[in-house]
């Protein structure tokens, strides 16, 4: 019982209504749970107290133990403490903001950038910052959970279109032609997909519509485009896309997240954006390490050939076995089961025979859609893959999956 003040009844029937909801989710093969992993991140950890190759992690480029970061971050708290201690706007804009702002909008061609605290902040301050009832959202159905989430604090209007339909999106832009603003976003590659959205084909559409574009790319940055300027890149559209947002937790191997546009609209998300007004700075070691991160993007550009060595590799075996792995061609592989339970299931076989891989039920994903969610970084080695391939083989017969 929560030590809650009022009627010892009252809370008892609040108790047993949540303990009611959790056992429903049981009995519907949704019930979450948190799991214990050990060790440095990798791409072998513990987890539950087990040796696993993991293929579950974000660290794409192997960044998050990666020496100079952390020699970085050891400095910066040396120099600098552990906490910022206040909001930016109150007294914790340390000298570290400036330098990693000037380097994000360097590196991805963009006049200014923005440090949020996480990536859902960032989806949620934006959206929420620049559109208002007498706007409209056109959003992608597959969007990342805090675009949503942006998007129903707005109080905009939101047109959701089906997975990347250009048709049924021009559709949309058409019939709200006299919306005071108009935003279409999108994630740039789909976190539990592995797909892109068709980029050069929505900033057209965005450019025909007198449409504002914005990508998140959190999983992009680092690991797509010739240089690692994420899907932008990848798809030759640096320079048209309004607003991009993305986390700093994954192929950059720290914590936080960025926003990158226009000085006017990163002035405006300072002045508007609650969630950057009204939460503490990040600590700063974590800001040097995503300094470090981005220079040894530029001069370790072997990791993300060896990224997508893997990615092949992987993406190969795991057809030549006949599993369904979605369209994309990325890093993020779903291997399709379709059903919760048994979804979950593969991943406990997969897990006791040493392969961590995540399985993705409603609502990361629509019902229908459930699947086991494997990520490859420049990290796993030759000899990794191929015992994950062998266990996903044994378990994959064993479940009638291939
Ligand atoms: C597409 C996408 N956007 C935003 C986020 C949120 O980023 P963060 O973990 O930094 O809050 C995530 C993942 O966590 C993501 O996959």
């Not at 405006?268 to 070691?285: D, E, G, K």
């Amino acid at each position: 019982m929560l030590p809650i003040h009022g009627d010892p009844n009252v809370q008892e029937g609040v108790m047993a209504s949540l303990q009611q909801e959790l056992d429903a989710l049981k009995a519907d093969g949704l019930y979450r749970w948190l799991r214990q992993v050990e060790g440095a991140q990798g791409p072998r950890m513990q987890v539950d107290g087990k040796d696993t190759i993991v293929l579950a992690s974000s660290d794409y480029l192997g960044l998050a133990s990666h020496p100079r970061l952390k020699r970085a971050a050891r400095q910066a708290i040396n120099r600098y403490g552990c906490s910022a201690s206040a909001a930016r706007l109150i007294s914790g804009n340390h000298d570290l903001y400036p330098r990693l702002e000037e380097r994000l909008a360097r590196f991805k061609v963009t006049e200014a950038a923005l440090v949020f605290s996480t990536g859902y902040q960032a989806n949620l301050g934006v959206i929420s910052a620049l559109m208002d009832s007498p706007d409209v959202v056109f959003s992608d159905e597959l969007n990342h959970a805090s675009i949503v989430d942006g998007c129903r604090l707005s109080k905009a209007q939101v047109r959701v279109f089906p997975h990347n339909d250009l048709v049924a999106l021009e559709r949309l832009l058409k019939r709200d032609g006299s919306a005071r603003r108009k935003l279409i976003v999108v994630d740039g590659l789909y976190s539990m997909d592995g797909d892109l959205a068709s980029l050069p084909e929505i900033v057209d559409l965005a450019e025909r519509y007198d449409c504002m574009t914005m990508v998140d790319d959190s999983h992009g940055t680092g690991a797509l485009g010739g240089s690692g300027r994420g899907t932008v890149e990848a798809t030759d559209v640096l320079g048209r896309i309004d607003i991009e947002t993305g986390s700093l937790a994954k192929a950059l191997g720290g914590f936080g997240a960025y926003v990158v546009g226009s000085r006017t609209v990163i002035d405006y998300l300072i002045n508007r954006a609650r969630s950057f007004i009204f939460t503490c700075a990040m600590p700063p070691a974590v800001l040097a390490t995503v300094l470090e991160a981005l220079a040894v993007i530029e001069e370790e550009p072997e990791r993300r050939q060896r990224l997508w060595d893997n990615t092949r590799y992987l993406r190969a075996g795991l057809r030549d076995l006949g599993f369904e792995v979605g369209k994309g061609e990325t890093q993020i592989i779903p291997l399709m089961v379709r059903e919760s339970e048994r979804t979950m299931q593969v991943c406990e076989e997969l897990l006791d025979r040493g392969v961590f891989a995540q399985g993705i039920r409603y609502p990361s994903v629509p019902r229908g859609t459930e699947r086991i969610r494997l990520t490859v970084t420049a990290s796993h080695s030759t000899p990794d893959l191929d015992t994950a391939l062998i266990t996903l083989a044994e378990v994959g017969r064993a479940l009638h999956l291939v």
